[in-house]
C-alpha cells in the first residue's frame, strides 16, 4: 500500500510539473543533382522602329538572339506580347514572334542555336494621331 501511495504521488507531481518528453528520430534522405550543360545568349535586337502610312505592319524586324551550347541541347522559345499603347493612350494589337531558322529546333554542329524575332503591329496603327507607341514583350528559353 505504502509503494501505491509512493508511485501515484510521484504520478501526480509529475503531471503537475508538467514534464516535456523529448525523443530522436532517424530520417534518410536522398539527393539527387542533374549536371546540366552550360549555355549562354547573346542578343541583337532591335526594339525602336518605325512604320510609315501605308507600309506592311506584319513581319516587323525586331532583331535576331543567339544561345550557345552542346550540340544535342534541344531548346524551344516562347514570347509573349502586350498592345502597343500610343501617347495619346490609342492601344493596336502587337505580337512578337520567332522565326526558327533551323526547322527541327536542334543546334547546328559548333552548338549554336539562332532566332529571329519578327512582330506585327494592328493594321490601323496609321489611323490615329499618336506618332509614339511603347509595349513590351518577353522571351523565355527551355531547354534540356
Known amino acids: ?6 508511485y501515484s504521488f510521484v504520478l501526480i507531481l509529475l503531471i503537475i510539473s508538467g514534464v516535456s518528453v523529448y ?4 530520417v534518410t534522405g536522398h539527393v539527387v543533382a542533374e549536371v546540366v550543360e552550360v549555355a549562354s545568349a547573346a542578343s541583337n535586337v532591335n526594339n525602336r522602329f518605325s512604320i510609315i502610312p501605308g507600309q506592311n505592319t506584319s513581319g516587323i ?3 535576331e538572339i543567339t544561345l550557345s551550347g552542346g550540340s544535342l541541347v534541344a531548346s524551344a522559345v516562347l514570347i509573349s506580347s502586350n498592345n502597343l499603347i500610343g501617347e495619346f493612350g490609342n492601344q ?6 520567332s522565326y526558327h531558322e533551323n526547322v527541327s ?3 547546328d554542329a559548333s552548338g549554336l542555336q539562332r532566332f529571329r524575332l519578327t512582330g506585327s503591329a494592328g493594321k490601323n496603327i496609321t489611323e490615329f494621331e499618336d506618332k509614339k507607341y511603347t509595349s513590351h514583350y518577353v522571351v523565355v528559353f ?3
Request: charged share 25%; no cysteine.
Open 1 to 6: 500500500m505504502k509503494r501505491l501511495a509512493t
Open 23 to 26: 525523443a530522436q528520430v532517424r
Open 61 to 63: 524586324d525586331l532583331g
Open 92 to 97: 493596336v494589337e502587337f505580337e512578337a514572334s
Open 105 to 107: 529546333y536542334m543546334p
Open 142 to 144: 527551355a531547354y534540356n
